[in-house]
């Protein structure tokens, strides 16, 4: 097996007023080195959970999450996160946001400085690496939430709904940048997003979740080709993929009573 | 919440730089005006005769003259600072790190916390007699009742700062590779820094009220031992020069605490 990251049959509940919440119940899901995999769902599916647990700062009740075959025991840079909500040190500038990673990977300090100014130029902030995160915008937060990760270069992108607090342009310069570097890296991503079109247009493949206990409802292969571009975004074959994933979301109901 | 963006700044540096004057200016104009007006109130209210024995300002202000000549003003106000400095820092140096120890280790909190909870519910003033009774009338009682009150005040704040630090940010350090050695250094000491500084301003405060009163019983200078001296004589005029001696003494150490907050958390951001 080649797979990257692998979730085995995991269970995950959370103590709630005697009783026990039942997050997730039971999750199989591959992902193959340097695939793309977006996911998404209803709010409170546990999309946030999957992935934390792949970070390693949550674990399993049962089952197991492997990366490279091994259990996770941990976080690691080898899995770089970017969170929901931004999680940027608000004492430190963008730049030394951006250069925490690589301080503690005992990157020498030129090299840090350049791999650093790189990811932020990479994510528009040039102009503000020497301002303190509560002179951003939301959005320009998560950009440099995102250069924060992408500067230590990991082999595994983590990422939860990071372009959720984007405008509609940044958010499609990002997506595209995005995908450059990881056909130019290949990287592994699971990616958590709301926005079908988004979850679409990035992927290799769709995990689309439900809720009530958390699982995975369907996966659906996107076979369009990379580098996808506004033709393919435009083209009838993603907009069929895209209603095929928007009835699996916000029709489930529907479908599992039909079933 | 607007976004000052470099070009801003190179753009107008002129305009930013009234601004600023303006904003800082405008409050000391405000605030010297209400001190004159307080004085002449105070003046008239006294010239009139209004309230009994109160001194004028001009008298006070010539009482002051003669206690700074003859150096008692100094050496009360020396003694008092005196015994506040060594209360205080000692209070602010063994609390923060036992209220750190609290925030970090769930063991530490449960043995110490009730202890605190209980001793928090005592003013520091009600172990006076206490603290004269067990260490004598000398300048350790003194001391040791001003350190109460600041490391009270500071031990709950550092505490309740190393509690509330932010998850996520925890979480984004371990994820970037950080033990719990740099997460405590990196994160949950900057995270914290604000909490520690209002226990260190509302310490101060009570150290400084502390003092005061610690004087009244047994000092032999002071800026409490002063007055109450001068009340037994029913100098007014001394007491008056006291009291305000105090209030500006305080005032200014509260301020410059306040400055020190300023720079080291200009990072958070202000609703
Ligand atoms: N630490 C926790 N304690 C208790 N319950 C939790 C905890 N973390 C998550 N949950 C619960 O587990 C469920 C899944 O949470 P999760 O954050 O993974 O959802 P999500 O799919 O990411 O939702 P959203 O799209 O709103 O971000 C939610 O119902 C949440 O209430
Ligand atoms: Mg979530």
Known sequence: MNSKISFRDVVKTFPMKGATFTALGGVDLDIADREFVTVVGPSGCGKSTLMSMAAGLQEPDSGSVLVDGKPVSGPGPDRGVIFQQYALFPWLTVRQNVEFGLKLAAVPAEERRRRADAAIGLVGLGEFADALPKTLSGGMKQRCAIARAYAVDPQVLLMDEPFGALDALTRVQLQDQLLETWSQEKRTVLFITHDVDEAVYLANRVVVMAAGPGRIHRVIDVDLPYPRTEEIRLSPEFRRIRNEVWTSVYHQDEAASAA | ?271
């Open chain 2, 1 to 271: 919440m607007a976004v000052i963006t470099p070009l801003d700044k190179t753009a107008a540096p002129e305009q930013q730089r009234q601004q600023q004057t303006r904003r800082t200016v405008r409050p000391l104009v405000l605030g010297g005006l209400a001190l004159v007006a307080g004085i002449a109130v105070w003046a008239v209210v006294a010239a009139l005769g209004l309230v009994e024995n109160l001194p004028t300002p001009a008298a006070v202000a010539s009482k002051a003259g003669t206690m700074i000549a003859d150096g008692t003003l100094a050496s009360d106000t020396a003694a008092s600072l005196r015994r506040v400095f060594i209360g205080y820092a000692l209070g602010v140096v063994v609390a923060v790190p036992v209220g750190f120890l609290m925030g970090w280790y769930p063991a530490v909190r449960a043995v110490v916390e009730p202890y605190i909870q209980f001793f928090r519910t005592i003013p520091p003033l009600a172990l006076i007699p206490l603290a004269v009774v067990l260490l004598g009338i000398g300048e350790v009682p003194k001391i040791a009742v001003i350190y109460l009150a600041s490391f009270m005040a500071c031990v709950v704040a550092s505490f309740q700062g190393v509690v509330d630090v932010d998850k996520t940010l925890i979480n984004a350090a371990r994820v970037l590779g950080a033990s719990d050695r740099v997460i405590f250094a990196k994160v949950v000491v900057p995270a914290s820094t604000p909490f520690i500084l209002v226990g260190m301003r509302i310490g101060l405060g009570a150290s400084w009220a502390t003092v005061v009163a610690a004087e009244l019983i047994g000092a032999q200078e002071g800026l409490g031992y002063r007055m109450q001296k001068a009340a037994t004589w029913f100098d007014m005029d001394a007491i008056f020069v006291s009291l305000i001696t105090i209030g500006v003494l305080g005032l200014v150490m509260d301020r410059l605490l306040l400055l020190a907050e300023r720079r080291l958390t200009g990072w958070q951001e202000r609703r």
